[in-house]
């Protein structure tokens, strides 16, 4: 069985921010591989600018291009919106049942909010979680320290965000190199965010 990470995220647009921490989680955790999984529709957030599902997925396809363990995914365009993990974890769950061992992939952010996450008690007992450092505000709650479940992983980050992006390459700005090159030469060539 293939240990395979998820990273969930709108990626309107995937950047090196992203493909740093999921390249460290192939490299650096016991991951084999890590799925980048569009989201068409997150459950907290507007769809305020989102790009069309496709796009988003070439974006991440271009971004993964010369990584083989990382990889996109669009199993959650079939799925009924806003996307809530706990119904796509049991989607893919069916469907690779005896190929894949599924984990999670998230920021210590993320983890701040987790407890608001549709049945997030039955996704820490099946799947483990695997978090990365990032900067935010609050505390973490008292249950997600020191769980068996959840395991820290020492990963760099990069404060970049995808909504800077967008912001800046709008108004003309060069964002070009907090993008991998395929994917910037893609938005650049569709004129998204213009
Ligand atoms: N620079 C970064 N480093 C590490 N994790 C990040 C970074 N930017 C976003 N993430 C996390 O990656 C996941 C997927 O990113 P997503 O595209 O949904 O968010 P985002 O980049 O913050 O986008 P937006 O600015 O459009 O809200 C989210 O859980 C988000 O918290
Ligand atoms: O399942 C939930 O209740 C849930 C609530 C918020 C976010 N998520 C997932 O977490 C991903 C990152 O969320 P966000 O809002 O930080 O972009 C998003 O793409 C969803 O797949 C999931």
Request: glycine share 4%.
């Amino acid at each position: 069985m293939k240990k395979t990470g998820l990273y969930f995220g709108t990626f309107n647009p995937i950047h090196i921010g992203h493909l740093v921490i999921a390249n460290h989680m192939v490299e650096f955790s016991e991951l084999d591989e890590v799925w980048f999984v569009i989201t068409p529709q997150s459950p907290f957030k507007t769809k305020q600018s989102l790009l069309d599902n496709h796009h988003r997925y070439q974006m991440v396809f271009e971004a993964v291009h010369d990584y083989p363990k990382l990889k996109p995914s669009k199993i959650e365009f079939n799925l009924q919106q806003p996307n809530y993990t706990i119904h796509t974890l049991a989607h893919l769950d069916e469907k690779y049942r005896y190929e894949h061992k599924f984990s999670l992939i998230m920021g210590e952010d993320n983890l701040k909010g987790f407890h608001k996450w549709k049945n997030y008690e039955a996704i820490l007992e099946n799947y483990s979680i695997y978090v990365y450092p990032r900067i935010s505000n609050g505390d973490l709650e008292h249950q997600f320290k020191n769980h068996p479940k959840i395991h820290h992983v020492d990963a760099p980050s990069m404060e970049i965000s995808s909504t800077f992006i967008r912001k800046q390459h709008h108004l003309g700005k060069n964002v070009r190199p907090m993008l991998p090159e395929r994917v910037w030469k893609y938005m650049d060539e569709m004129n998204f965010y213009r």
